[in-house]
């Protein structure tokens, strides 16, 4: 090594030789010290901010999935409270100053509280659907209808099954769903500030939901007083059940073992016979709150934990989601295809007078009074 040095330091040749290889080595060392030493972390937003939340969730049951969030220097409390005690509190809240930061809402909530609110999340949806039970299907060879037509012969077929056996979930004065129903039947959204072909519109849609329990129409069902449609459904008395989503719970509750099917309900065709009554649900900043902390917390929930809860909790999430299993995925789509969430309609004047306005079908004096309060509502 010694003598190495030695020429080194006379050997001019072995100097630019030794040079060229020690300036190789530093060209080299900064070329790759990005590839070889670790990544420096980036640096997470701090927010400093302890938020409230209003949702029809235990906080308990919803940690799991907000619990991550506090790296970003954010503490939060949940208050559950369905979206009837959300509607009745929050104007009160404004008031007091106690109000959340971020609350829960449907679509008809959203539009009542516009005002307050800043921009909307959509995170979940739901829609009326068809459940078929199946056994009864394979047993009798029965396709499930998809247009208005074929929904008739599926009935006369169902009609001679069994005496004690119903075919289709509508008509029934004790429906849970009728509200809905006649949403669907005919689209209201059409032309509805023309008093004439609103009306003539919602007369066609009430005369199609009143055939179901009509003896004499091809679409008879079953008469009044038979119960409730969700419970026949769970019990197997009742073929086809059409209800929202979120009724599969307690379907299943009522009866575990049952063997259904999810489809589209059967006016879903090309093109559309009819718009379906859509549900969705946002989370929203107030905008009396911390906005830019509430929006964050908003938009990290929806990329990172949206998916996760839906599937959790059995709920479909609102999006552009390519892999959810094909029962929500028939929710999404008639959601995104059919759906109509009819913000422009006072549901709450129609859904109030429904059953005045079905009693009084035969005294047109009182009738029409009612589908005038409908009507000047809009």
């Given at each position: ?22 300036l190789?080595?530093i060209?080299?060392?900064y ?6 030493s ?7 937003p ?6 409230k939340?209003?949702?029809p ?15 970003y ?39 009542k ?23 009864v299907l ?54 509805y ?24 129409s ?14 026949n ?7 086809l ?21 999810i ?37 990290w ?19 552009n ?26 549901k709450?004047?129609?859904f ?14 009182e009738?029409?009074k ?9």
């Amino acid at each position: 090594m010694s003598d190495f040095i030695e020429r080194l330091k006379t050997d001019r040749m072995a100097q630019i030789i030794v040079a060229g290889l020690i300036l190789m080595i530093i060209i080299f060392f900064y070329i790759f010290r990005g590839v070889f030493s670790p990544e420096k972390k980036s640096k997470l937003p701090c927010y400093q901010a302890s938020l409230k939340i209003w949702l029809p969730f235990a906080e308990s049951d919803v940690y799991p999935y907000f619990s991550e969030v506090s790296k970003y220097c954010l503490q939060y409390k949940i208050e559950k409270k369905s979206l009837d005690e959300i509607d009745r509190e929050l104007p009160l809240s404004l008031a007091s100053g106690d109000f959340p930061d971020i609350v829960y809402l449907d679509n008809d909530l959203l539009k009542k509280y516009e005002q307050i609110l800043a921009t909307p999340t959509p995170i979940l949806v739901d829609t009326l659907i068809a459940y078929y039970n199946q056994d009864v299907l394979n047993f009798l060879n029965l396709e499930k209808p998809k247009t208005f037509a074929e929904l008739k012969t599926f009935i006369q077929k169902l009609n001679n099954y069994r005496s004690d056996f119903y075919s289709v979930g509508l008509g029934t004065k004790e429906i849970r769903n009728r509200k809905e129903i006649i949403l669907t039947l005919y689209s209201l959204n059409e032309d509805y500030k023309n008093k004439q072909r609103f009306i003539n519109n919602f007369m066609k849609a009430l005369d199609n939901y009143l055939q179901f329990s009509n003896l004499q129409s091809e679409f008879y069902s079953y008469s009044e007083g038979v119960g409730d449609d969700l419970n026949n459904f769970a019990q197997e008395k009742l073929a086809l059940y059409i209800g929202f989503y979120q009724d599969k719970k307690e379907i299943l509750e009522n009866n575990p073992r049952l063997n259904f099917s999810i489809d589209y309900f059967p006016l879903n065709v090309f093109p559309p016979k009819a718009k379906i009554y859509t549900k969705a649900y946002y989370l929203v900043p107030v905008k009396k709150a911390n906005l830019k902390a509430s929006q964050f917390f908003i938009d990290w929930f929806y990329n990172r934990q949206l998916l996760n809860f839906s599937k959790d909790f059995d709920l479909v999430p609102f999006g552009n989601f390519q892999d959810l299993p094909t029962e929500k995925m028939i929710v999404l789509s008639s959601a995104k295809n059919f759906g109509e969430t009819f913000d422009f309609l006072n549901k709450k004047i129609l859904f109030d007078n429904l059953d005045r306005l079905l009693e009084s079908k035969k005294d047109e004096r009182e009738f029409n009074k009612i589908i005038n309060e409908i009507y000047y509502s809009l």
